[in-house]
């Protein structure tokens, strides 16, 4: 599971830093287990907030900005529980599905290099 979690929190980071935010200072979160940068005029929630290990939100842009970008990690400790990848990827997706009714999986796929899921 550990192996996952470094997948998803490098991929993440990846994200953050390949796209222009056009912040010139960064912020870092930094865990036992994990750290992320992140662009100086998001506002973090790191107090468990929907049994999250942090959530990341952007600023709204203007009056007519709906959405405010975000990035969050859940920590799930799945020892003992016999649950496969798949499983944990199908429980997951169903999950996302049932909490925000419009939301839509654009991709979820397997990484077939190291066995890994990327969303």
């Not at 912020?27 to 992140?38: F, V």
């Not at 907030?49 to 203007?62: G, R």
């Not at 939301?103 to 899921?117: L, M, T």
């Amino acid at each position: 599971m550990n192996t996952i979690l470094k997948h998803l929190i490098i991929l993440t980071i990846s994200l953050s830093s390949t796209i222009s935010f056009g912040q010139s200072q960064w912020k870092t979160l930094k865990k036992n287990n994990y750290e992320i940068n992140y662009p100086n005029e998001w506002k973090l929630i790191d107090n468990n907030y929907m049994e999250t290990a942090f959530i990341i939100l952007s600023k709204l842009d203007d009056t007519n900005d709906k959405f405010k970008e975000n990035v969050n990690l859940m920590i799930q400790d799945l020892s003992g529980l016999n649950i496969s990848l798949e499983n944990l990827v199908q429980i997951s997706e169903k999950q996302i599905n049932t909490m925000l009714t419009d939301a839509k999986i654009i991709e979820s796929k397997k990484n077939r290099k190291k066995q890994n899921y990327i969303s």
